[in-house]
């Protein structure tokens, strides 16, 4: 499976899903913004030269994750009701909203009472915010736990000159309790370019165009599609 967070042992019983709340939560830093994701986020991603080429067919990008371990970050447990895969690119304004706001409380609420497993997929959207998802992947050497803090405390570099830089990313790894030197060196070398090159494949493979999107055993949703229909299909399912 992915690289596995193991979640708090929970006493209290488990409770139904509450997918009108999920998607309550999740909407709070995406469905409001919808007009704007239509005119800035609906852009072509960058085109990327990966190497080596992801040579197989991708459906989904649970079962991608699942397949192979080590190119996604997975959190709770492995038989909850629900896996939830976010995709988000580290210089998208409305992933920003998302990882400040909402998404925490969905951890909170969901992953760690083991009602759902949340997968973070290391991706860029563009070219010029590839070492920031290499610079995750590279946190989580040092742990899943304070690999989800630099996940999301990264968000925070987008309007700063430190967005996407070393510099950027020893800071956040200072803020989260990580070894920054090694964080430094683990970039520096590149070590996880081949892997985010082959997110970036296997998300273009599944049509992904925008950021935030997510993608569950469920069903599949682009940023600018409504929660609302998003919960519908999850209940029916």
């Known amino acids: 499976m992915s690289k596995q967070y193991k979640s708090r042992p929970q006493t209290a019983a488990k ?50 994750c699942d397949t192979y371990p080590d190119r996604c970050l997975s959190y709770g447990p492995e038989d909850a009701a629900v896996d939830m895969v976010e995709i988000s690119d580290y210089g998208c304004v409305f992933c920003k909203a998302f990882n400040e706001t909402s998404g925490p409380i969905l951890y909170s609420d969901y992953v760690e009472t083991g009602q759902m497993r949340y997968i973070i997929f290391p991706f860029a959207l ?29 968000f925070a570099l987008q309007e700063t000159s430190a967005a996407h830089t070393l510099e950027g990313f020893t800071s956040v790894a200072l803020q989260t309790g ?26 273009n493979q599944v049509g992904i165009e925008a950021t935030p999107s997510f993608s569950s055993t469920a069903v599949y949703s682009k940023a600018i599609f409504p929660w609302p229909i998003f919960n519908n299909k999850l209940t029916k399912s």
């Open 15 to 64: 409770q139904p899903i509450n997918w009108s709340l999920i998607g309550g939560i999740i909407g709070l830093g995406v469905v409001t913004l919808i007009g704007l994701l239509l005119v800035t986020v609906m852009q072509p991603p960058t085109a990327a030269t990966p190497t080596p080429a992801l040579r197989e067919g991708v459906n989904d990008l649970v079962t991608y």
């Open 178 to 203: 990580l070894d920054s030197a090694a964080i430094e060196a683990c970039v520096e070398a590149e070590t996880y370019r081949d892997t985010v090159n082959l997110n970036r494949q296997a998300a």
């Open 126 to 154: 563009r070219n010029e915010t590839v070492s920031s998802a290499e610079a995750v992947l590279c946190a989580a050497e040092q742990g899943l736990d304070k690999a989800l803090d630099f996940h999301h405390t990264l």
